[in-house]
């Protein structure tokens, strides 16, 4: 695998981005049955826009990219935590939200583009059980939305004889899922379960780009784009030991199986883990705590085997790394410590976008430092 190529300036951003906003909220306690009821409003306004100066290898400049817009959302919402029983808690909440896309300017189109809105209510509705002192069932419907944002809408960007392209035609992402779960605590150990299902419409992804739509000079390439639908299955486990009152220790594991289901634009997608997602990912830690003062800590990560696109071209194979962190309280507001990443020096691919070649992970590092607490 090749490790370096000849560097150049290939683009240079300018990025200039104007935000205002405000929220409010309003909240009470009525009584032991309903323990909150909460309501508000927010605003928000940006806008941004993206010149980007293109060279060729000598340093002449090819052109001048300019894309960008602004967008507004306006959000209302409302929530109600109810105990019916002094075991169950109903928890529910709804959102209003509305966003509009307006002055956009097209990369790609080079030139300005008709304004867009949307509008979504997302509703919300959480149960929990308390079956004992120390067993607990959940379970949760809802739904959400995500609109695109002004990079997704109208910023290109490119690497050496690579361009990514963004979309001013892209629509909101919608999400309509559930989940169910268990809490336990059991004398020193404790931990939860869940598993969760969901169906995401015209999921925010990308496409590779067909060699007839690359402009001159360039090889490869993505378009941004909405998928027509897409699955999210899978299940989380995490679980607390404390073996002493010296030593704690964690596990936990995530079984995330997301795939694309629809995808006119791009039907090679379909059927494939969504990318940048690994199918699994696993974490162990061991902690120390001596009461003279010291503390001593390692967690494991294992992330399992995944893909840069979606099209999966890209692998991004299994790796495991090794953290390391120690601290010592030299008084009660002031800790020294020293914190350790990838002690075992491991080489791996972290990163295999199609953006450069595949970026390594971070090599064995450490930092040292104080950590002061003002009480």
Not at 256 to 262: F, G, K, N, V, Y
Request: net charge negative; charged share 15%; no cysteine.
């Amino acid at each position: 695998m090749a490790t370096g190529f000849g560097e150049f300036l290939q683009n240079l951003h300018t990025t200039p981005v104007q935000m205002t906003g405000a929220s409010g909220q309003w909240s009470m306690r009525a009584n032991d049955t309903f323990r909150l009821l909460s309501v508000g409003s927010d605003f928000q306004q940006i806008h941004g826009t993206d010149s980007a100066a293109i060279f060729d290898e000598m340093g002449a400049q090819l052109r001048t990219d300019v894309g960008g817009g602004s967008q507004r959302f306006i959000g209302v919402f409302g929530e109600v935590d109810i105990f019916p029983i002094p075991d169950l808690e109903i928890l529910g909440s709804v959102r209003y939200q509305n966003f509009f896309n307006f002055d956009g300017i097209d990369t790609i189109v080079g030139g300005p583009v008709p304004n867009s809105s949307d509008n979504s209510v997302n509703p919300r509705l959480s149960l929990r059980y308390r079956v004992t002192s120390s067993f607990a069932l959940r379970t949760a419907g809802y739904s959400s939305f995500r609109a695109p944002n002004l990079d997704n809408l109208y910023r290109a960007f490119s690497v050496p004889f690579g361009i990514f392209e963004p979309n001013s035609q892209l629509q909101p992402e919608t999400l309509r899922g559930g989940e169910a779960g268990f809490d336990v605590n059991w004398g020193p150990l404790s931990g939860q379960v869940t598993g969760y299902v969901s169906h995401v419409t015209n999921l925010i992804t990308s496409r590779d780009l067909d060699p007839d739509e690359l402009p001159a000079g360039f090889f490869f390439g993505t378009r941004n784009i909405n998928a027509g639908k897409a699955t999210a299955n899978g299940f989380e486990a995490a679980l607390n030991w404390s073996i002493s009152d010296e030593w704690k220790a964690n596990f936990g594991y995530t079984y995330a199986l997301s795939r694309i289901a629809q995808n006119p634009v791009d039907p090679a997608s379909i059927g494939k883990q969504i990318a940048g997602i690994p199918m699994n990912y696993a974490t162990w830690g061991l902690t120390y705590a001596d009461p003279r003062g010291w503390r001593a800590s390692t967690r494991l990560r294992l992330v399992g085997k995944s893909w840069g696109d979606n099209d999966h071209t890209l692998p991004i194979g299994l790796n495991f790394v090794v953290d390391g962190y120690l601290a010592y309280s030299v008084t009660k507001s002031l800790e020294a410590f020293l914190e350790f990443q990838n002690l075992l020096n491991r080489r791996y691919v972290a990163d295999n976008s199609g953006f450069n070649p595949p970026l390594f992970g971070t090599p064995l590092s450490a930092f040292a430092g104080l950590r002061v607490k003002f009480n």
